[in-house]
């Protein structure tokens, strides 16, 4: 699609480099070749006589020899020149250490000052900003300095101001391969300030609360649940389902069944405990400011219904009003007063109750990422980026056959899934939920295709190999099978935009996502959000053709809200904004099987049906939704060269190097041990300057650079979360980053969508 997201870091990637010791790692880099040249010279020393300890331990110790020890002539003296250089350089490196380090110790004595890095901390983890406030000292304030760092400068995260949204357009006239505006990466003019999920949670616990608030609200049955019957002597709640229409209030509808109202209110809260009934006061799951929508409800109701709920609706929106402008302690009160808020929202249950039982279901413990602060923003920064020419082709033509090999081993992952289900399930039709249950716990499993083939190319490959293009030894796959919605973050290694050479300047493919994240949420900002929308979900239905689909509108469980796309809403634990969505019942959807393949269907609906995606990893939705595109399953090698598609990169040079190799740095002791260690472990296994680490039990990756203590520090920690690191080159790296702010480079990755329709 021609519009597109740009992501870029809040800081430059200076305040991450600013902590290396860049002499001292060139000079310990060089002390290791040294050292490996003076060991295998020793290995070759032949005495003449037995040697003392004395000389022998200049030998063990590699160092020079006085000029009379019994060696022969002209190994001695390559051996004297040898450690000579190891002992004049490692001098030099002891004296670059205890300079840098004093350097270092000043940078970040700096960063931990900067008021607008410990904002970014402080929107990250109050904790660990107190921790800063206070001026605590030592390896760990150190290391979590360094930690946030490298997330702030090192990578494109969309989070509050140090991580902005801003928008690009593909110009497909030709010209100019870029033109662009920017105020520069401290200029963030558009602030938001949103609640974690658990606090709009809490103000519905304070809405259903109040029974005269209660009996003020409309009940409508969800979607998913069919109209059930008023037979005699169903249950009180059931009545109150059946009954329920969107029209009446709760206290009409217990005159209408001659129900006493505490009756009629208790059956309200078990239904919508239980899933069965949402209300006029429960916001849609996918508007993206729940507790504006809120307000604007409460604004029709009449003055006198629940001052309490007005004054914690208005408090809750006072705190995020001031949040973005206000300083960092002055965040911290805020965060504390909206945790109140939140607290004091519903009344205490009585005697014996739990004083600390409500703080900690609101305390964000062990929380999805992007909600574990109570208050988190979305922000929107001032550039304005306008692609043309090779550049906009390349993002069009270059990377359309990665994403055809792509969707081929979706389309493969996907037909694997639905032999299983309905291997599992036996020929024969059943009602969704009842094929769900009976597929619970099915493995996922992927096809083997595509990384037996790489495996083929890449095994016996030379470890010196740095790229292959697999353009030059896979022939691309002809688009076939069903649509395809996804969407990929594009970096650009280029020093310059002005510097792109069509077909050859490297388009780096970073994640990789199985919907069209052109999303309203993504989309607040932009002037022409609605047109952008609407024009998403024409391009949507364009490339869906005959094909139906389904959005599974789940609760909203983070702050941002889920996903909904054209097509059939199924509002399965949350509901959709838009009035005029095309529900269905979970009642009306079936599961066909015929032993081999599986089929959605829907009664009453002619056409078969898929779900939209999700980046759900279970067989059963990948068996009934379009093919979920993902980043290829590499080979389990210690080094898997850069693979390219031309110039299109779809997976960075990386090395997988044992957790116990790099857990020789933490045994290291002091910064100048730590550094050799670091260029030890580069030097055994041909790792570069810097790279990003990834462990399979943390969700994100940690930059490292091994210039640096501090970072070094965090390569430790990571290493103790899993037997087994990956670690996966910088690209682009700092001095690749096209976007200039004055001296300053910044991280900027394109959030692109890609549709494809059926074939």
């Known amino acids: 699609m021609p519009t597109f997201v740009v992501r870029t870091a809040g800081f430059p990637w200076r305040l991450v480099e600013r902590l290396g010791y860049g002499a001292a790692r060139r000079l310990a880099a060089e002390l290791v070749v040294l050292e490996e040249r003076a060991t295998a010279l020793a290995q070759g020393a032949a005495p003449e006589r037995r040697l003392p300890r004395a000389l022998a331990a200049r030998l063990r110790n590699r160092r020079p020899m006085p000029a009379d020890a019994p060696f022969p002539r002209e190994w001695l003296a390559g051996w004297n020149e040898l450690t000579g250089r190891l002992a004049r350089t490692r001098e030099l490196f002891t004296a670059a250490v205890a300079e840098e380090s004093a350097a270092v110790t000043g940078v970040l004595a700096g960063m931990t000052a900067d008021e607008r890095f410990l904002e970014a901390v402080v929107c990250s983890s109050p904790p660990a900003y107190r921790e800063l406030r206070k001026g605590a000292k030592g390896a760990r304030l150190r290391r979590q300095s360094a930690s946030y760092a490298q997330r702030f400068a090192a990578k494109c995260e969309t989070m509050s101001f140090f991580g902005p949204i801003n928008y690009g357009r593909l110009d497909p006239a030709p010209g100019a391969v870029a033109r662009w505006s920017w105020e520069g990466h401290e200029r963030v003019p558009w602030r938001t300030a949103f609640t974690a999920a658990r606090v709009v949670d809490r103000i519905q616990e ?274 076939a099978g069903p649509p395809v919605l996804c969407s990929v973050d594009v970096m650009i290694d280029t020093a310059g935009l002005d510097d792109y050479v069509p077909g050859r300047t490297p388009l780096v493919l970073g994640d990789i996502h199985d919907a069209a994240l052109l999303t309203p949420w993504a989309l607040q900002f932009h002037p022409d959000g609605a047109a952008l929308r609407a024009g998403r979900d024409a391009a949507i239905r364009r490339v869906l053709g005959d094909q139906d689909m389904v959005s599974v509108i789940a609760r909203r469980t983070t702050g941002l809200p889920p996903l909904e796309f054209p097509g059939l809403v199924l509002e399965l634990g949350g509901t959709s904004e838009r009035d005029d969505a095309p529900r269905i019942g979970l009642d009306r959807l079936y599961v066909d099987s015929d032993g081999e393949r599986v089929t959605l269907r829907a009664t009453g609906h002619d056409r078969p049906l898929m779900l939209h995606n999700g980046e759900l990893d279970t067989a059963f939705h990948t068996a009934l939704a379009l093919p979920r595109i993902r980043r290829p399953r590499l080979p389990d090698l210690p080094h898997v060269p850069r693979l390219t598609w031309g110039n299109a990169v779809l997976s960075r040079r990386r090395w997988t190097v044992p957790s116990e190799a790099v857990a020789t740095l933490g045994k290291a002791t002091g910064d100048a041990e730590r550094l050799l260690a670091a260029a030890r472990l580069c030097a055994a296994h041909g790792l570069p300057d810097t790279f990003f680490a990834k462990s399979a039990n943390e969700r994100k990756p940690v930059y490292v650079d091994t210039a640096s203590p501090a970072l070094l520090d965090c390569l430790v920690r990571l290493a103790t979360t899993d037997e087994r690191l990956v670690l996966g080159e910088t690209l682009p790296g700092p001095g690749r980053s096209w976007l200039r702010d004055g001296d300053e480079r910044i991280a900027a990755e394109l959030r692109c969508v890609y549709l494809r329709g059926a074939v």
């Open 206 to 479: 304070a809405v259903l609360a109040d029974p005269a608030v209660v009996a003020a609200l409309v009940p409508d049955r969800k979607s998913w649940l069919a109209p059930t019957g008023t037979a005699p002597g169903a249950s009180v709640r059931a009545r109150l389902v059946g009954a329920a229409d969107g029209v009446r209030d709760v206290a009409a509808l217990a005159r209408a069944l001659d129900l006493e109202p505490p009756v009629a209110v208790e059956a309200f809260r078990d239904a919508v405990a239980r899933g069965l009934l949402t209300h006029s006061f429960a916001p849609p799951a996918t508007v993206a400011d729940p507790v504006g929508w809120l307000a604007g409800r409460l604004a029709r109701e009449p003055d006198a219904l629940s001052p309490a709920l007005r004054a914690l609706v208005a408090g809750v929106r006072e705190v995020l009003a001031r949040y973005p402008d206000a300083a960092p302690d002055h965040k911290v009160e805020l965060q504390s007063r909206l945790l109140g808020l939140a607290r004091d929202a519903v009344p205490g249950d009585g005697p014996g109750a739990d004083p600390g039982r409500d703080e900690r279901a609101i305390a964000g413990r062990g929380r999805f990422y992007n909600d574990r602060v109570i208050v988190h923003e979305a922000a929107a920064g001032t550039l304005d980026l306008r692609l043309g020419g090779g550049l906009a082709r390349d993002l069009r033509e270059r990377v359309a056959p990665v994403l055809d090999l792509l969707a081929e081993d979706a389309g493969l992952t996907r037909a694997l899934a639905g032999r299983q289900v309905a291997g599992r399930l036996g020929p024969g039709r059943f009602p969704l939920l009842t094929a769900m249950r009976r597929c619970e716990g099915l493995a996922f499993e992927r096809s083997e295709r595509l990384p037996s083939r790489l495996l083929d190319i890449l095994t016996g490959m030379s470890a010196d190999t740095a790229e292959v293009d697999l353009a030059d030894l896979l022939e691309r796959p002809a688009p």
